[in-house]
C-alpha cells in the first residue's frame, strides 16, 4: 500500500512542467539526455522557427520570467468543503470557492483541465484605489491567509496600487499573466475566455492574451458604452471594453447568435391564442394584435409587426424588394403575367424560390401583380452579436440595490450582458460549464441561474472570490461590512457573492415557483494541505515527533481529507457520494466507486477481511467504468502486517491501488 505524502504527485495539484516535458519528450526524443533537455539539439530540431535576435516583438516587464514560473508551481493548498454556507449541497453542480484564484485554479487543473466552455472575468482594471493582489513565490497560501486576516499578517496587507510606486503596470501584469496561463489550460478545445477592462490596461491586456492564447485565437475586441461622463477634460470615456479569445478558435461554434430581443415572450402568447382559437386566425391575429396594444412598455413591442398568425406561427408582411435586389422580370407562377418592379429596387429572391414560396403559401396576392410575402417570427428571432453594444452600468447597480441593499457592492457587472456571453458562448451547449474566478459579487453565477431559468438549460458555474476584507471605517466598504453584521457573516466580499447568490436564487423561484432547476452551490475555501509538512518545533522535537506520526493534521475533518483527495484525483468536486458501514466502520464511495475510502482512525487486524471483503463487494456492485482507488488512513491500521494484509486481500479482488494518507 502506497503512503502518500506531501511531496507525492498525488498530493499535489497539477504538474504542469513535467506535463509539458512529456510533451516535449514525445515529439523530440533526440532532445532529451538522462531526462534532461539538450537545447542545442532541440534548436537544431527546430530548424529556422528559433528566434535568436536579442530584440524582438513582445511584450517584457521586470518579474515576467518569475510570473510565468508561478503559473508553473505546483499549489500544496487545499479546498476544504463548507456545507453550512452552501445551498442544495447534495444535489448542486454549481460551485463557489473563497481563496485566492491562482491557487485555487491550479487545485482545480486536474480536475477540470479541458472542461471549462467559457470564462469571463472582470479583474480589478488598474485603477487608483484598485486593490492588486501581491503574489508571494516563497509560500503562497500562507501568504494568502495573512492578506486576508487569517493568521497573523506581519504587516503584510492588501493594499491599492499606486502610480507613485513607480511599477503600476508590472504589478498588474505580473498577477495578471499566470492567471491567464493556468486559465487556459482549463478551457475546453472550443471554449473562450471574456476579459472585461477600460482604457487603463486594454493594450497590455491584448498583447498578454496574444502571448497566452496566441493572436490567431482572437475572436474580438468588444466595446460597451455604459454611461456618458461629463467631466472628462478632454473626451468623455463612455465605454470599455471585452476582449475575446478562443482556446482554439478553428473547433468554435462557426456562426454565434443571439435571441433577438423581446421574442420569447410574442411566441409563448401565440402559442397560447393558438391553442384558444384553433384554426380560427382571423380572431388569433386580432387578439395578438391587443396583447401588443397592452404590452407597449415591454421590450416585446418591437415585434408589432409580426401581428398576424397563421398555422406557422405569427408573421409580418413584408415588401419582397429592396434597392440593390435582383432585377429581374419576375412572373406570377399561376397566369404567367410579369409582376412590375419599382424603380431602382431588385426582388430579395430569385424565380425558382418565388415560385417555392408561392407553393408554401409564402406569398399574399394584393392584386394579381403586386406581392407581399411572409415573414415568421420564430425564422427570424436569431442575429449575430456585434462588436458594439449599449447599456447604461446604471440599471445594473438599482437591481442589485434593490437585492442587496444600498451601497453594498458598486460598480457590478449587468447580468443581462452576462446572459448574452453565455447565450452566444455556449448556445449548442445546454450543460456548458462556465468560469468566473474574479467573481466579486456573483454576477456571472446570478447570470446563469437567470439564463437556466429561461431557457431549461443546465449550465454549471465555478465562481472564485478573494474573502478581502471589508473596513467598516472606509466609507466605500462601510455598508458592505454592516451588511455582513447583519447577517453575522465575517466582514469579507466572498461573504456578499454567496449571499447574492442566495437572494437571485430565491427570487427566481419565488417568481417560477414551478422551476426545478439547480438553484444551489457548493462553497469551498482555500487552506493549507491536510497532510502535514514536516515543520519541527526546535523547541519541541519529541511532540513534534508525536504530532506527525498521522500525518494528518489534528483539526481536519474526515470530509476535508475525502475531498483533498477528490482533487487530487482530478475528481469532480461536485460528483455524488454515498457513504455506508462496513464491519462498524464508514466507507464512502465517491463518484460511484471510481474512489472508495474509509478514513476511521483504527482498524485492526481482526477487522480487515470483513472490510476489505465488504468494499471489495460494494466496488462489485457498483461496476465503475474505469481503474478505482481506495483510499485509508495510514495511522490507523494495528501494525504493518493489518495494513499489508488489508492490500493484499483487495488485491486479490481487482482493488490493486490502494493508498495511505
Ligand atoms: C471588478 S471586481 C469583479 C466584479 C464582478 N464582475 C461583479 O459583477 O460583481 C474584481 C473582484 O476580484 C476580486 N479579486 C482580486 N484579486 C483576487 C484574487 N487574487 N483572487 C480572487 N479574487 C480576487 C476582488 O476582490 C474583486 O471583488
Redesign the pocket.
Known sequence: MKKIVLNDSESRSADVVSENLEHLKVLFPEAFTEGKVDFDVLKQLLGGSVDYREERYGLNWFGKRQARQLALTPSTGTLRPCPEDSVDWDTTQNLMIE????E?LKLLQKSYAGKVKLIY?????NRDG????PDDYTNSVKNYQMLTGQIDSDGRKLTSASEASGRFHTDWMS?MLP?LRVARTLLRKDGTIFV?IDDAEIAHVRLMMDEVFGPENFIAELIWEGANKNDARQIGVCHEYVVVYARKRESVERNWWLNKEGVEPVLKEVARLKKLHGTDYGSASEDLAGWFRANKAKPAFVNRRFRNIDDRGAYKEDDPTAPGGRRFELRNPRTGSIIPLRQNRGWSFDQDQFNRLVEEGRITFVTETSVMVRRYLHETDKLTPSSVFYQPARS?SER?SRLMGSGV?D???D?TILQKFIQMSSGEDPSALVM?????????GHAIQVQNALDGATRRYIL???P?LLDASNKDQKAAAEFCDKLGRPRN?AEL?KERLRRAAKKISDENPKYTGDLGFRVFRLDTSNIRTWEPDRNDLDGSLLENIDHIKSDRSEKDILYEVLLKLGLDLCVPMETRTIAGKSVHSIGAGTLISCLEKNITRDEVELLAGGIADWHDELAPAGDSAVVFRDSAFEDDLTKSNLAAILGQRGLRNVRSL
Open positions: 481563496g485566492d484564484n491562482l485555487v472575468i472582470d479583474p480589478p482594471y484598485d486593490v492588486i493582489y498577477m492567471r472585461s445594473a442589485l457592492f460598480y457590478p457587472k447580468e468566473d474566478f474574479f467573481a466579486g459579487s456573483g454576477t456571472t472564485v472570490q478573494l478581502e466580499i457573492s
